[in-house]
C-alpha cells in the first residue's frame, strides 16, 4: 500500500517531454465536422479528387477510408485549393509529422 502513495509525486514529476500534449483542435475549425457546410465542401473534394489518396494514389472506395485534409494545417482556411483528399495511413501519418511525432503511427 505504500508505494501506491508514493506513485502520484512521480508522475507529477515527470519531463515536460513525456507529458501528453492537450490540443484542441477542433476550437479552430470553421466549420464543425458534421455541419451541412463541411459535409457539402467535403463531397465536392472527394469528387473533385475522385476519392483518390493525393500521396500514394489508392482509391478510397469504403466507407471511412477517405479523408478530406487541409494541406497547410490550417483548419481554418476551407478554401478548395487548400484541400485534399488522403486514404487514412497517409493522413494519420500527415497528422503525426505535424504534431511533431515521427510519422509511424
Do not use: F
Amino acid at each position: 500500500m505504500g508505494k501506491l502513495k508514493t506513485l502520484k509525486p512521480r508522475i507529477g514529476a515527470l519531463p515536460p517531454r513525456l507529458k501528453p500534449v492537450q490540443a484542441d483542435r477542433q476550437a479552430t475549425r470553421q466549420y464543425a465536422t458534421n455541419s451541412a457546410p463541411w459535409l457539402a465542401l467535403r463531397l465536392q473534394v472527394l469528387l473533385r479528387d475522385a476519392y483518390t489518396c493525393q500521396t500514394c494514389g489508392r482509391v478510397c472506395g469504403r466507407k471511412g477510408e477517405a479523408h478530406v485534409d487541409h494541406r497547410d494545417g490550417d483548419s481554418s482556411n476551407n478554401h478548395l485549393t487548400n484541400l485534399q483528399t488522403l486514404c487514412a495511413p497517409c493522413h494519420s501519418r500527415k497528422t503525426c509529422l505535424e504534431m511533431g511525432a515521427n510519422g509511424h503511427g
